[in-house]
């Protein structure tokens, strides 16, 4: 649920003039840390939680920085992250 990892490829053609990687929607996600301080450690712990997950399953990312980190923060006041980025994944 924390992977982000592409849908397809959409390759260049006349209703598409560039080639892309498509992804899910992820417009209301956002990239770098929250203002509240209170709310960056609950991120942060949120982050530690889903990268201890991933390694539990084996998957070590190799390429963890706060850029590949997107969040948004839920109605409940909990957090939502996805991982992107998994091309040098293993």
Not at 2 to 7: E, G, N, S, V, W
Not at 17 to 41: C, Q, S, T
Not at 65 to 73: D, I, Q, S
Request: glycine share 2%; aromatic share 8%; net charge negative.
């Amino acid at each position: 649920q924390y992977a982000c990892l592409p849908i397809t490829v959409r390759l260049k053609d006349e209703a598409c003039m560039d080639a892309a990687i498509m992804f899910e929607n992820l417009v209301d996600y956002r990239i770098g840390p929250p203002p509240d301080e209170d709310n960056r450690k609950e991120l942060v712990d949120e982050m530690v939680r889903i990268v201890d997950d991933m390694h539990e399953k084996k998957v070590i990312h190799m390429d963890l920085y706060l850029a590949n980190f997107m969040w948004k923060m839920n109605d409940d006041g909990t957090f939502s992250v996805k991982i992107i980025d998994f091309d040098s994944a293993h």
